[in-house]
T-cell receptor, first 112, second 114 residues
Framework: DAGVTQSPTHLIKTRGQQVTLRCSPKSGHDTVSWYQQALGQGPQFIFQYYEEEERQRGNFPDRFSGHQFPNYSSELNVNALLLGDSALYLC???????????FGPGTRLTVL | AQSVTQLDSHVSVSEGTPVLLRCNYSSSYSPSLFWYVQHPNKGLQLLLKYTSAATLVKGINGFEAEFKKSETSFHLTKPSAHMSDAAEYFCVVSPTGGGNKLTFGTGTQLKVEL
């Protein structure tokens, strides 16, 4: 049974560019949440998707957007990248918002 | 609103001695509380969770935590530390159910020495 998977593992971009990160949830899970973890900090909630809609959103600007597909996989898009967007981006999945969240290994984004 | 405060950013213990990682929470409703562990260059792994059942929660790898409502605390303990326990530990709060937005503490780096 595959756990949560994320791609790519690492990514290097320059300021102003756009990036797309991908996540496949654990088998049987239908809810995907995204978190940003800056170096030396705890993860910060970006948003959560359920039934292909954004259900909750944290304190992140509109440059951060997402999508959930019918197979429950999800994408995180970040436009107009800033140096401060450099972080580990974590995807977590759960079932119906009623259980604990399982995390993927993350995507390390570096913005130069 | 909900928040957690991890009282120690770094904890150092000797192998075989007890571990205590402290966490206080603030929540306007009955919360779910979790401890997650993050080893270097790895994702987050759930150690244990409290969801309004027994106040003493047992987790994986010999860890346990006690929910104390009167003290708004959820400290993580282990009787005997092992070298493999060296990692970053996060205390996390969520609305009851846990599948919603998780609010993380700033983390406690545990160092285990020989």
């Amino acid at each position: 049974d595959a756990g949560v998977t994320q791609s790519p593992t690492h990514l290097i971009k320059t300021r102003g560019q756009q990036v797309t990160l991908r996540c496949s949830p654990k088998s049987g899970h239908d809810t995907v949440s995204w978190y940003q973890q800056a170096l030396g900090q705890g993860p910060q909630f970006i948003f959560q998707y359920y039934e292909e809609e954004e259900r909750q959103r944290g304190n992140f600007p509109d440059r951060f957007s997402g999508h959930q597909f019918p197979n429950y996989s999800s994408e995180l898009n970040v436009n107009a990248l800033l140096l401060g967007d450099s972080a580990l981006y974590l995807c977590a999945s759960s079932f119906g918002g009623r259980d604990e969240q399982f995390f993927g290994p993350g995507t390390r984004l570096t913005v130069l | 609103a909900q928040s957690v405060t991890q009282l120690d950013s770094h904890v150092s213990v000797s192998e075989g001695t007890p571990v205590l990682l402290r966490c206080n929470y603030s929540s306007s409703y009955s919360p779910s509380l979790f401890w997650y562990v993050q080893h270097p260059n790895k994702g987050l792994q759930l150690l244990l969770k409290y969801t309004s059942a027994a106040t003493l929660v047992k987790g994986i790898n010999g860890f346990e935590a006690e929910f104390k409502k009167s003290e708004t605390s959820f400290h993580l303990t282990k009787p005997s530390a092992h070298m493999s326990d060296a990692a970053e530990y996060f205390c996390v709060v969520s609305p009851t159910g846990g599948g919603n937005k998780l609010t993380f503490g700033t983390g406690t780096q545990l160092k285990v020495e020989l």
